[in-house]
């Protein structure tokens, strides 16, 4: 079985220019934050934004080469003493928050080959994208779990 016979085509995507307002005004009825994809036109992919982009955004800056350093833990992020302007909703777009390097999976993968990335990368979701990179679905591991329980006949 394919990713693309049991992803979700329902996909909410949001382009470079969405501000930060529109992106949680968009997301707000959902119970958590889901990974978001972006797009630019024909729906091709081009990024992600996770819950921990938009956090990581206000946090103080710390140098990459710190993080390489094995007995400096990552200090945590305290979000209610993020100091955050009244206009910051519409002064930070997607393109200031989003991944440009993130996974997708090919639309052919097994979903074998999927839950195995799943885990590999400590990812609960990926976005599917068609041989032309165009995001074409979203796949998740409740959709596999579900996939497998249909295979062994335990739900239909």
């Given at each position: ?26 997301f707000?009825k ?7 994809p ?13 819950f ?25 992020i305290?979000i209610?003493k ?33 839950y195995k ?30 996939a497998?329980f249909?295979?062994?006949?335990i739900?239909?």
């Amino acid at each position: 079985m394919f990713v693309k016979e049991i992803m979700s085509r329902g996909i909410i995507a949001v382009q470079r220019s969405t501000t930060l307002k529109q992106l949680l005004e968009t997301f707000a009825k959902f119970h958590i934050f889901p990974l978001v994809p972006v797009i630019e036109e024909g729906h091709h992919l081009i990024g992600i934004v996770s819950f921990s982009n938009l956090i990581d955004a206000f946090s103080s800056y710390h140098p990459d080469v710190l993080k390489l350093v094995p007995f400096l833990d990552e200090e945590e992020i305290d979000i209610f003493k993020i100091d955050i302007t009244d206009d910051i909703g519409n002064l930070v777009l997607v393109e200031d928050v989003m991944e440009r390097e993130f996974i997708s999976i090919p639309e052919d993968t097994s979903i074998e080959e999927a839950y195995k990335l799943m885990r590999l990368h400590l990812k609960e979701e990926f976005p599917i994208v068609d041989k032309t990179g165009k995001l074409v679905g979203m796949i998740g591991i409740f959709d596999v779990i579900r996939a497998v329980f249909r295979q062994k006949g335990i739900i239909q």
